[in-house]
């Protein structure tokens, strides 16, 4: 089945710095691949996705890039807020299983103001 | 607001005890499923259903049982808990008809501890 991998585990950034977090997956028939955010106490929502057609997907202050060759993919997110603080979820799907949503262990990131 | 909803948010038990945990939805989606969080390790998912009559064993389904009452509620069931159990626990619907057909909605979360 799908694996995928996720790092670092945590990340600590200055307010207004950049933040990367990348994820490999080893199946490649996956086609979609999405980002969810949990903050303390809450429950994990999307905030970006990208299908395997795209190799950049941007969202105001948040970027995903994708490398289907080398199958890895991560989320940037620029001039980073307090409220960026929470436990960022990389997750790979395949339409032909499904939809089913493979994740990663996930990276906490802090943002220091 | 349509919503995932699961009951009870919280709960302590002991080692032996039968646990459910409950999920309910009012997004009208078709498609449901059980996942367990625990530090380090991500979401696994346990247990899913793409309709009333459709149940599916996920990544970690020994110890645990599903029961889809209805497409708006999907029950989890620890038989006989233990404490490698204890676990912070997420319902989530999706729909495939929707534009996104693969984004999750997840429900609030239920803290399990089993001691």
């Excluded at chain 1, 977090?21 to 028939?29: F, G, H, L």
């Excluded at chain 2, 080692?15 to 498609?31: A, F, N, P, V, Y």
């Excluded at chain 2, 009559?53 to 049982?65: L, P, R």
Aim: charged share 20%; net charge positive; hydrophobic share 30%.
């Amino acid at each position: 089945g799908e694996n995928v991998e996720q790092h670092p585990s945590t990340l600590s950034v200055q307010e207004g710095d950049s933040a990367v977090i990348k994820c490999t997956y080893s199946d490649s028939a996956s086609n979609y691949f999405p980002w969810y955010k949990q903050e303390l106490g809450k429950r994990p929502q999307l905030i970006i996705d990208i299908r395997s057609n795209v190799g950049e997907k941007k969202d105001q202050r948040i970027a995903v890039t994708l490398n289907k060759t080398a199958k890895h993919f991560s989320l940037h997110i620029t001039e980073t807020q307090p409220e960026d603080s929470a436990v960022y979820f990389c997750a790979a799907s395949k339409a032909n299983a499904g939809n089913m949503l493979t994740f990663g262990g996930g990276t906490r990131l802090m943002v220091k103001p | 607001d349509a919503d995932v909803t699961q009951t009870p948010r919280n709960r302590i038990t002991k080692t032996g005890k039968r646990i459910m945990l409950e999920c309910s939805q009012t997004k009208g989606h078709d498609r449901m499923y059980w996942y367990r969080q625990d530090p380090g390790l991500g979401l696994r998912l346990i247990y899913y259903s793409f309709d009333v009559k459709d149940i599916n064993k996920g990544e970690i389904s020994d110890g645990y049982s599903v029961s889809r009452q209805a497409q708006a509620k999907f029950s989890l069931s620890l038989e006989s808990a233990i404490p490698n159990q204890t676990a912070l626990y997420f319902c989530a619907t999706s729909d495939p008809a929707s534009g996104n057909n693969n984004e999750q909605f997840f429900g609030p979360g239920t803290r399990l501890t089993v001691l």
